[in-house]
């Protein structure tokens, strides 16, 4: 079973900031956390990781507490198209046994 | 830049018949992954292979259920005797990296559903 905590769902408004937390407190050394999201049945697309500072790229921001417990993804701007479910992977199952939680079904409202 | 390939999308068995489910990964990618989704669940994973290897298959059922990824051409699930449960998507990954500590992107195919009859 995954060791990551996630809110089961969130509603954003359209334009707003979706911010979506993960617990992780099993996480030690040097465990990257990831972030996948999967649209509708599609397959997993990935968003961002990173190991303890805060990250960014052209999809969303990545908080990472400095005890590295937990992470906030940040969606800027949440549009329509960013309803999805948000898997934050458990950094601890291993560099390719990716563990999926059940995941933040995010649902982003006009 | 064509990315991980899976074919087909949609497969339909009845009981007892073989299911083979075909991954090609990124171009370059020499290491593939399968995963299992049962309805309203996370991804379960269930096999990792290296070309020509099998790494790690402890997510896998040991009966009915094996995997290859040969040196020419793509991955395969297969799947014999097909149960009703055997019913769920089945997704492919691929990296470029070796696992190796802490680091490992994997790029997903867009699965393929079997439905057992």
């Known amino acids: 079973d995954a060791k990551t905590t996630q809110p089961t769902s969130m509603d954003c408004a359209e334009g707003r900031a979706a911010n979506l937390p993960c617990n992780h407190s099993t996480i030690s050394g040097n465990e990257y956390v990831y972030w996948y999201r999967q649209i509708h049945s599609q397959g997993p697309q990935y968003i961002i990781h990173?190991?303890?500072n805060n990250e960014t790229n052209e999809m969303a921001s990545l908080i990472i507490t400095e005890d590295r417990k937990s992470s906030t993804l940040i969606l800027p701007h949440a549009t329509l198209r960013d309803t999805a479910v948000y898997y934050c992977?458990?950094?601890?199952?291993?560099?390719?046994?990716?563990?999926f939680g059940t995941g933040t079904r995010l649902k982003v409202l006009a | 830049n064509a990315g991980v390939m899976q074919n087909p999308r949609h497969l339909v068995r009845r009981r007892g018949q073989e299911a083979r489910l075909r991954c090609s990964p990124m171009k370059g990618h020499s290491h593939v992954y399968w995963y299992r989704q049962l309805p309203e669940e996370g991804l379960k994973f269930m096999v990792y292979l290296q070309k020509e290897n099998i790494i790690d298959e402890s997510g896998m059922p040991k009966e009915r259920f094996s995997a290859e990824f040969p040196k020419e051409g793509p991955s395969i699930l297969r799947i014999q005797q097909v149960v009703r449960g055997d019913s769920a998507a089945y997704f492919c990954?691929?990296?470029?990296?070796?696992?190796?500590?802490?680091?490992?992107?994997?790029?997903f195919g867009p699965g393929t559903r079997l439905t057992v009859l």
């Open positions: 990954a691929s990296s470029l990296r070796q696992a190796s500590v802490g680091y490992n992107e994997q790029f």
């Open positions: 990173g190991l303890k």
């Open positions: 992977i458990d950094p601890t199952s291993g560099t390719y046994k990716y563990i």
